[in-house]
């Protein structure tokens, strides 16, 4: 009994850790976070609100974020600037909602200095709020 209590132990916290998900985003070889899924842009989304401010990113086709609950989008009000390069190739990004009634810097980038943000639009189904 207690080793099968040991190993879900161990089983339960390895899966806690692989929820965040965020260090499973693909890498090109220069580094570049290769973006195809709605939930790989909140995993770098993480990434970047989580301190690390000058990741760059492509999007690999469109992204539809139907069903994506309470994105807070990149570069959030506490952290330092976004500063990485984020290029879209020309792709949209769909269904996208973020609110944040409270925050006066709020939308798919909070806030971003440096950052080479393009080729990449939000369609007519995005809901920007603040």
Known sequence: ????????????????????????????????????????????????????????AVLLNDIDMAGIEGFAGIGVPRNVLYTGIFDGHGHKISNMTISNLEATDVGLFHIAGGAVLRDFWLDETCLISG
């Open 1 to 56: 009994m207690k080793k099968y209590f040991l190993t879900s132990l161990i089983m339960a916290g390895i899966m806690c850790l692989m929820g965040t998900k965020a260090w499973a985003l693909e890498k090109d070889g220069d580094g570049v976070y290769q973006i195809s899924t709605a939930q790989d842009l909140v995993d770098f989304a993480a990434l970047v609100n989580g301190g690390e401010t000058c990741l760059n």
